[in-house]
């Protein structure tokens, strides 16, 4: 490949786990972001920072399926296992951390463990979480959700366009 991007062209996922957003007080830091590249935001640096102002979605890697959030074979599906519970609460704190920061209706969380993967979408009300699938064994899942959000309008990725900035 000549380093381009060809699967979402107009975006770029940045490894954000090292450096919290210089402008948020908590200092939490999510693994990678998907930010559109004319939204590239810019470091003291020159290199590229996360900022919760402008990453379209987030991905939360975990090392294996134990530190799931949720369990599709049980009742409730929440796992209170503590690992789950820490699990839980930190995508949360991300999903709202997006909310307090950008002006949304609604966002999407990819959280990996391990071999698996859950696509959660955020509102407001809560969480609607897929099934756990196993992406080396089903990559076309994770493919597709790339392909078609790369394609989504800013209101079709939850942006809410309706607000103006004041005046």
């Known amino acids: 490949m000549n380093g381009k991007n060809h699967f979402c062209p107009k975006y770029q996922l940045v490894d954000t786990k090292e450096k919290p957003d210089w402008d948020d007080d908590t200092k939490q830091r999510v693994d990678a972001c998907l930010f559109r590249r004319s939204d590239l935001p810019q470091g003291r640096s020159g290199s590229i920072t996360p ?13 294996t399926v134990a530190q799931d959030a949720f369990e599709d074979a049980q009742e409730p599906f929440e796992w209170m296992a503590e690992t789950s519970q820490n699990t839980r609460g930190q995508i949360c704190s991300y999903a709202a951390m997006v ?7 609604f966002l999407f969380t990819l959280l990996i463990l391990g071999r698996e993967a859950r696509i959660i979408r955020w509102d407001r009300a ?30 079709d990725q939850g942006i809410d366009t309706t607000v103006v900035p004041a005046t």
């Open 51 to 63: 900022n919760w102002d402008l990453h379209r979605l987030h991905i939360e890697f975990k090392l």
């Open 99 to 105: 909310f307090k920061y950008q002006h949304r209706c």
């Open 126 to 155: 809560g969480a609607i979480v897929t099934k756990r699938f196993n992406y080396q064994e089903e990559p076309d899942i994770l493919c597709e959700f790339f392909a078609r959000f790369a394609k989504l309008s800013d209101v």
